[in-house]
């Protein structure tokens, strides 16, 4: 059994999903909390200062797409879960009331929905201006010559509250804790890592920027099209580049806390799909909307399976070869050399394990609710569910 204080370095992801994913995950470090693992985070002296800096089971390290990456600059800025719960007026009945004032202001529907204005006021204009557009190209014309609206709202309100309410500092450097905000580039097709780290490319695919503010990193990171209009940040030559949600190209990144070095990634994620329970019976009677969140929750968690696989057959694949040079009595030099090579060659570390933590598919609850809603009955109710599916995992894992 895989002992978790054994570890060296541990890392949380955390995926996106609106509100009801934030909540999910409130849960998650509800019941990480109550398993023993600390959550550090604050300016560099604030973590120095920590009396948890060197717990065995300290959490150091944050990685979040979308809503997750909120929830991550939370932690990252050593918010507590109690302070996170009142933040968002979460009725969990996880947690006692305290009589304090709160120490941070409640994040409200204004902060997150921002219209996005000046392009929706465009496009009625533009379609009561054109509409010989209808005879001499149709419906499909309207769309793309009147359609220019780029988002229904924007994240600056989101970016706004942060920067003024939630960060001790919005410059990932000054952090005395390692946290990477994931999103995706509009005009190209690599994942942008928002971090600490030096500006650089893992892969082709993947480049890492240290130019960003937090609080827009995590705006970007938010932008979720068509509800979020992408995302304007200027780069060092004072050129303005788009991004949008991290979710896009990979829902959970893991790889980002491997690669910075962690042995421990638990990885949070609440996209799971309708499976059929005799309450509910078939989603076909829920009309089109319902029909639609189920695809795309399949093409989702299709995306996370697979990415688990793939790490699970590389990870059989190195262990084939070092079995058949044991079995054969071969040297045992070359196989530890060729076992690293290909290692290398897929950015594999056999040392680093993975706890991922779920919604149960049978609770279709956390399927039907609203991913934008913040009554606190509703998703006080998540925070129980992201609470007990952490719990159900952990118990698994000996401390």
């Not at 300016?43 to 150091?60: C, F, Q």
């Not at 995302?231 to 050129?239: H, L, V």
Request: net charge positive; glycine share 8%.
């Amino acid at each position: 059994m895989l002992r978790l204080k054994n570890k060296k370095k541990v890392a949380l992801v955390l995926s996106g999903g609106g509100v009801k994913a934030a909540a999910f995950h409130v849960g998650v470090c509800l019941a990480l909390q109550e398993k023993g693992f600390k959550f550090v985070g604050g300016t560099r002296d604030a973590v120095e200062d920590s009396p948890n800096l060197n717990d065995p089971l300290a959490i150091k390290t944050y990685v979040g797409s979308s809503a997750g990456a909120l929830l991550s600059a939370y932690l990252a800025s050593g918010h507590s879960i109690e302070d996170i719960v009142e933040s968002f007026e979460m009725g969990t009945g996880l947690l006692k009331k305290p009589a304090r004032k709160p120490n941070l202001k409640p994040l409200s529907y204004m902060d997150i929905f921002s219209v996005n204005s000046p392009s929706l006021s465009g496009f009625f204009n533009n379609l009561f201006k054109r509409q010989k557009s209808l005879i001499t190209g149709g419906l499909e014309t309207i769309i793309k010559n009147n359609f220019k609206v780029t988002g229904l709202f924007n994240a600056q309100g989101i970016e706004g509250y942060l920067r003024k309410n939630v960060l001790p500092t919005n410059s990932f450097a000054e952090l005395g804790v390692e946290f990477f905000a994931i999103a995706t580039f509009l005009n190209h097709t690599r994942k942008a890592i928002f971090s600490h780290l030096p500006a650089s490319a893992r892969a082709p695919e993947v480049t890492y920027i240290n130019h960003a503010s937090i609080s827009d990193a995590v705006a970007a990171s938010l932008s979720l099209p068509p509800v979020f209009a992408p995302y304007p940040i200027k780069n060092t030559d004072g050129e303005t580049i788009f991004y949008f949600d991290g979710e896009i190209r990979d829902t959970l990144s893991t790889h980002v806390a491997s690669d910075s070095g962690a042995d421990l990634v638990i990885a949070s994620y609440s996209i799971q799909p309708y499976h059929y329970t005799t309450e509910v019976g078939s989603l076909s009677n829920y009309g089109l909307p319902i029909i639609i969140n189920q695809a795309l929750y399949q093409v989702v968690e299709q995306k996370i399976i697979k990415s688990i696989q793939a790490r699970e057959d590389v990870r059989g694949l190195i262990n084939a070869v070092a079995g058949y040079f044991k079995e054969n009595n071969l040297p045992e030099i070359h196989a530890e050399a060729l076992v690293e090579i290909l290692s290398k060659k897929v950015n594999y570390r056999k040392d680093v394990d993975y706890i991922y933590i779920h919604p149960k598919p049978q609770n279709y609850e956390m399927f039907f609710v609203d991913h934008f809603s913040l009554n606190p009955t509703i998703i006080g109710r998540i925070v129980k569910i992201g609470f007990k599916s952490a719990i159900n995992v952990l118990r698994k894992y000996d401390v």
